[in-house]
């Protein structure tokens, strides 16, 4: 059936976010969401995570970057002696 709906801005924006997160149509996220609502069904719980303290780094990274520049700046280096 076609039919033409006036949205509310926000609901607007809800359906838009619906097509995002979903990779869909606007007709199929619009659609969805309808079904969604009428059938009383609960929204999906949200998906957490539990975060862990792994405590104080044991890599110094700054040391790590300088080594990781000396190995760029000598692969460079012998590329520019190899063309030469």
Known sequence: ???TVTLDDDVEQLVRRR??????SFKKALNDAIRDGASGRPAPRRFSTRTADLGVPA????R???LAAEI???ELVRRQRRRS
């Open 59 to 62: 890599v110094n990274l700054d």
């Open 64 to 66: 790590a970057l300088q």
């Open 72 to 74: 760029e700046d000598e």
């Open 1 to 3: 059936m076609r039919t």
């Open 19 to 24: 097509m995002a997160e979903r990779q869909v």
